[in-house]
């Protein structure tokens, strides 16, 4: 029984640091909340859907990034599928592992401190939306 526990733990530890890897960079993250607007069965247009409104990147180098690192990674982690052309994404099997940690994010972005939010559209509109309610 014991082991079974600490089977299951560890396998717990590493889907979490999985979800966390893949929301270690802004244009995943940006990716991943642009398929929950999307919705199911919906594919997002790339690069535009990874791209933070406040600080719009060069879209030749944020390309090549999604192209080499970025898709293939939350592709790995079965988070998103993608195609190249057009470069699109939609959601992958796992993807639920993933968005879950970004909508419970904005659900309570009325206690998210500033230092985090201000300077973020989308969370600065969310803690607004909160406030307004």
């Known amino acids: 029984m014991v082991s079974i526990h600490r089977k299951n733990g560890e396998q717990v530890i590493e889907k979490w640091d999985t979800v966390f890897n893949a ?6 993250r940006q990716l991943i909340v642009s398929l929950l607007d999307a919705g199911p069965n919906q594919s997002v247009p790339l690069p535009e859907s990874a791209i933070m409104p406040n600080v719009p990147p060069n879209p030749k ?15 790995d982690m079965e ?3 993608w195609e190249s052309e ?10 639920d592992e993933v968005a879950v940690v ?32």
Do not use: K, N, W
């Open 102 to 133: 970004i909508e419970a994010l904005h659900a309570e972005a009325s206690r998210i401190p500033d230092s985090l939010v201000i300077g973020c559209q989308r969370l600065e509109e969310e803690q607004q939306d909160s406030v307004d309610v």
């Open 86 to 95: 057009p470069l699109v994404a939609s959601c992958g099997p796992r993807f």
């Open 79 to 81: 988070f998103i599928t």
């Open 23 to 28: 929301l270690s960079s802004e244009p995943r």
């Open 61 to 75: 180098e944020l390309r090549q990034e999604l192209y080499h690192v970025h898709l293939p990674m939350l592709a």
